[in-house]
T-cell receptor, first 119, second 115 residues
């Protein structure tokens, strides 16, 4: 278990530029989540993938945001035309779909995040 | 819309003391209540979790107390150590139609344990 890996760890960009973040979940995990965390706040849900299917998107995810999970493995989160309000820590988490009869509350394993600063 | 309210925002405890963090929720559909620990520069890590069918769960020095009627739950850290200094988040979730749980986090409590 190598844990959830996120790249890059830090990203500084100018307003208006596009940025893309990558998340590699724990290999056998078929659920993948993106969260956003601003300073002094708890993580806020952005979107959820089950395998390659994006099953839910938060209202926080404006049209400038897009996430993909091709082939149900790694995931990318792209922000187009970045704004200063996009500055935050972007966290990826993964979990297993529990076996039939198992505990359905499969724990989320978080990566160490990508810290985005928009200047 | 904040559905999980956490207090206090910050907490200072002496080494060996008891740290207590409280959370209150609104949505009675929530059925899973985890606590996460986050160190600077790291992602949150699951500490301990409870279901509403039990009133208390203990793992080592960490205990969750759960009061379903009051819609409140708390984390107790016994014999607090400087290494426990971190930010703690309570969370709540329920199963969505897609069969997954979406965690709603509190705002966090920054704990400092002084030697």
């Amino acid at each position: 278990d190598t844990g959830v890996s996120q790249d890059p760890r830090h990203k500084i960009t100018k307003r208006g530029q596009n940025v893309t973040f990558r998340c590699d979940p724990i290999s056998e995990h078929n659920r993948l989540y993106w969260y956003r965390q601003t300073l002094g706040q708890g993580p806020e849900f952005l979107t959820y993938f089950q395998n390659e299917a994006q099953l839910e998107k938060s209202r926080l995810l404006s049209d400038r945001f897009s996430a993909e999970r091709p082939k149900g493995s790694f995931s990318t989160l792209e922000i187009q035309r970045t704004e200063q309000g996009d500055s935050a820590m972007y966290l990826c988490a993964s979990s297993l779909i529990p076996n039939l009869g198992g505990d359905r509350n499969s724990p989320l394993h978080f990566g160490n995040g990508t810290r985005l600063t928009v200047t | 819309q904040q559905q999980v309210k956490q207090s206090p925002q910050s907490l200072i405890v002496q080494k060996g003391g008891i740290s207590i963090i409280n959370c209150a929720y609104e949505n009675t559909a929530f059925d899973y209540f985890p606590w996460y620990q986050q160190f600077p520069g790291k992602g949150p890590a699951l500490l301990i979790a409870i279901r509403p069918d039990v009133s208390e769960k203990k793992e080592g020095r960490f205990t969750i107390s759960f009061n379903k009627s009051a819609k409140q739950f708390s984390l107790h850290i016994m014999d607090s150590q400087p290494g426990d200094s971190a930010t703690y988040f309570c969370a709540a979730s329920f199963m969505f139609s897609g069969g997954y749980n979406k965690l709603i986090f509190g705002a966090g409590t920054r704990l400092a344990v002084h030697p």
